[in-house]
């Protein structure tokens, strides 16, 4: 029952911080842009890094199933690896351009 409510609390967190932050801090007046995209950015990367804490503590102080540990740990590692993807999409460390030309050479050729 607990590896169940791991798993959907952190179900809802991780579409909350996907969909629902930056729905909720993305204001358009007269279909322009308000809200600032970095705001948005650095909201969710905090978020991602807030719930790798929370699930590393939960892991390592609060479960005592040792079947359930694991999971907890898992979910650490799958918030961490989005939180690193998501702040060096926003340094500009990470593109695509290698996708887009990918995908232009298919439609070219294919």
């Given amino acids: 029952m607990l590896r169940f409510f791991l798993f959907l609390l952190n179900c809802v967190l991780l579409a909350l911080l ?8 993305r204001a358009h007046v007269v279909g322009y842009q308000v809200s600032k995209a970095p705001t948005t950015e650095l909201v969710i990367v905090w978020g ?9 503590l939960a892991g390592l102080v609060l479960i005592k199933d040792r079947k359930v540990r694991p999971h907890a740990w898992e979910w ?3 918030f961490a690896a989005l939180g690193l993807l998501q702040y060096s999409l926003y340094r500009g460390w990470v593109n695509f351009d290698w996708l887009k030309t990918t995908l232009e ?3 070219k050729h294919l």
């Fill in 18 to 25: 996907m969909l629902g932050v930056p729905e909720a801090t």
């Fill in 48 to 56: 991602l890094g807030i719930a790798a804490a929370a699930n590393l």
């Fill in 76 to 78: 650490t590692v799958l």
């Fill in 105 to 107: 050479w298919c439609q």
